[in-house]
């Protein structure tokens, strides 16, 4: 009988993904954060080259849960992957084209905290 007052769990890390940041964090302990960052670094991706196999190896044998569970564990590994390269995790497109709206978009978001700010002070 489920728990009425605990939220159902609905999605579950596949084990590469739920282990790695408790593995790193004790293998880390005593390094430097250059080390640190490597060592993340290379564990992400050997994890990203793992759950990508096991998504194929699904995909394979038509099993539509596991290629969803693998797939989206293998879209975690890649943005751990970009962060800790500094790279862009999300790919803002038309900025130029649209860089004329920002001022009045910044005027709005200024109104909007200005009244959040009356309505909660």
């Avoid at 250059?34 to 994890?47: N, P, Q, S, Y």
């Amino acid at each position: 009988m489920a728990d009425k007052h605990k939220p159902e769990r609905k999605y579950k890390l596949p084990a590469p993904i739920a282990n790695a940041g408790r593995e790193l964090t004790a293998e880390t302990a005593a390094m430097s954060p250059d080390e640190k960052t490597k060592t993340a670094l290379e564990r992400w991706r050997g994890v990203q080259q793992k759950v990508l196999k096991l998504a194929s190896q699904a995909a394979d044998v038509n099993d539509a849960g596991r290629v969803k569970n693998y797939s989206i564990a293998a879209g975690i590994a890649t943005e751990k992957v970009l962060l800790l390269e500094n790279k862009p995790t999300a790919i803002i497109g038309g900025l130029e084209q649209n860089r004329h709206l920002l001022p009045d978009v910044l005027e709005k978001l200024a109104a909007a905290a200005r009244i959040v700010g009356k309505t909660n002070g």
